[in-house]
């Protein structure tokens, strides 16, 4: 069964800081991989996603993340950050796509960003 | 906006109540998934359709059912509410490669 760990509950950084959110999963197959971001009172917006080709892979608000499939990693990158971006963030994986297929989640991180 | 719609946006009922919640998928997309997001337990999956019929179970409980109807919206029926059932359930609709998901709904037991 496939599981995801979100190393960090909390992460507290400044404003233009950078910032690492790590994320490590355990599949028996091959994987697609997702980071969704959830803001106050709201639901889930997808922040990247991870289906095949490069590793490294660009999303929305100047987020990245890099898979590592020897780790088993999925870390979720930003440069700089802005108060806009205090929101809890979600790793998830997904064995396999198509019709049939469910999503697992970690825990969460929560960020907060201070001025 | 990602184009799946929930009703209501908050439910606030008693215990050993029924509720059902709605969902509307985007349009085109034939699969439905149901998630409850709760402080315990944080996000789990608990059933998806696909275009009508039952595809996949998570953490179902017995006291919890889903249909996905003919024109592809579906409903969450949960009966005999505990408090524990308080959550925020979400639904999503998929193209197979990307999960869309609603506003969700807030349920609040009493």
């Known amino acids: 069964a496939q599981s995801v760990t979100q190393l960090d509950s909390q992460v507290p950084v400044f404003e233009e800081a950078p910032v690492e959110l790590r994320c490590n999963y355990s599949?028996?197959?091959?994987?697609?991989l997702f980071w969704y971001v959830q803001y106050p009172n709201q639901g889930l917006q997808l922040l990247l996603k991870?289906?095949?080709?490069?590793?490294l892979v660009k999303g929305i608000n100047g987020f990245e993340a890099e898979f590592n499939k020897s780790q088993t990693s999925f870390h979720l990158r930003k440069p700089s950050v802005h108060i806009s971006d205090t929101a809890e963030y979600f790793c998830?994986?997904?064995?396999?796509?198509?019709?049939?297929?469910?999503?697992?989640f970690g825990k969460g991180t929560l960020l907060t960003v201070n001025p | 906006d990602s184009g799946v719609t929930q009703t209501p946006k908050h439910l606030i009922t008693a215990t050993g109540q029924r509720v059902t919640l709605r969902c509307s998928p985007r349009?085109?997309?034939?699969?439905v998934y149901w998630y409850q997001q709760s402080l315990d337990q944080g996000l789990q999956f608990l059933i998806q359709?696909?275009?009508?019929?039952?595809?996949a179970k998570g953490n179902i409980l017995e006291r919890f059912s889903a249909q996905q109807f003919p024109d592809l919206h579906s409903e969450l029926n949960l009966s005999s509410l505990e408090l524990g059932d308080s959550a925020l359930y979400f639904c999503?609709?998929?193209?197979?490669?990307?999960?869309?998901f609603g506003p969700g709904t807030r349920l609040t037991v009493t």
């Open positions: 999503a609709s998929s193209d197979g490669y990307e999960q869309y």
């Open positions: 599949s028996s197959v091959s994987v697609y």
């Open positions: 991870y289906l095949s080709g490069s590793t």
């Open positions: 998830a994986v997904s064995e396999g796509g198509g019709s049939n297929y469910k999503l697992t």
């Open positions: 349009s085109g997309d034939l699969s």
């Open positions: 359709y696909y275009n009508g019929e039952e595809r």
